[in-house]
T-cell receptor, first 112, second 112 residues
């Protein structure tokens, strides 16, 4: 089944404790992206990657890192999480020839 | 400044009627615009894409229009059903087709 998977689905952590949210897709998509979704603010893009080893900042990249060492994986790294990073995070992927994005199920992160 | 707005945060309509959702944008020149559906706690699901040179696109009970002069897209659901109740998001590609920008969404409730 074609899908985007994220892990973990739920995470509660404390300020300053480094964490990684994994994202993997099995559709051989070139483009992958991370979003956060907050009430009243909608979906905002954090980082995106056009292909392996190519990443760029979205609209809200501060406090996040990403890497794209393999085509299928695009982890999101929070080196020192803070409470304002409490949010619902989505990973998405698409081919560069078709523009519909496929979203993962989401990761609900709470930083205390 | 750049902005994407959706006409209302919430819209209630009676089953069988046509729902019309609006997406307006300023200071963007998108090559195309997309519409997604999002159910609570889940990732958005792609519905339709319309290009700047297309006036209208249809898919089953869904219809999208795109007016680049007005900088507006309308999303219609005809013969609406309670199962159509969800949040609907419009999105466009910014920055030469590399990063996506989403509207805040309209929560549609179709009442039986």
């Amino acid at each position: 089944e074609a899908q985007v998977t994220q892990n973990p689905r739920y995470l509660i952590t404390v300020t300053g404790k480094k964490l990684t949210v994994t994202c993997s897709q099995n559709m051989n998509h070139e483009y992958m992206s991370w979003y956060r979704q907050d009430p009243g603010l909608g979906l905002r893009q954090i980082y995106y990657s056009m292909n392996v080893e190519v990443t760029d900042k979205g609209d809200v990249p501060e406090g996040y890192k990403v890497s794209r060492k393999e085509k299928r994986n695009f982890p999101l790294i929070l080196e020192s999480p803070s409470p304002n990073q409490t949010s619902l995070y989505f990973c998405a992927s698409r081919t560069t020839s078709r523009n519909e994005q496929f979203f993962g199920p989401g990761t609900r992160l709470t930083v205390l | 400044s750049q902005k994407i707005e959706q006409n209302s945060e919430a819209l209630n309509i009676q089953e069988g009627k046509t729902a019309t959702l609006t997406c307006n944008y300023t200071n963007y020149s998108p090559a195309y615009l997309q519409w997604y559906r999002q159910d609570p706690g889940r990732g958005p699901v792609f519905l339709l894409l319309i290009r700047e040179n297309e006036k209208e696109k249809r898919k089953e009970r869904l219809k999208v229009t795109f007016d680049t002069t007005l900088k507006q897209s309308l999303f219609h659901i005809t013969a609406s059903q309670p199962a159509d109740s969800a949040t609907y998001l419009c999105a466009l590609l910014n920055n030469y087709g590399q990063n996506f920008v989403f509207g805040p969404g309209t929560r549609l409730s179709v009442l039986p």
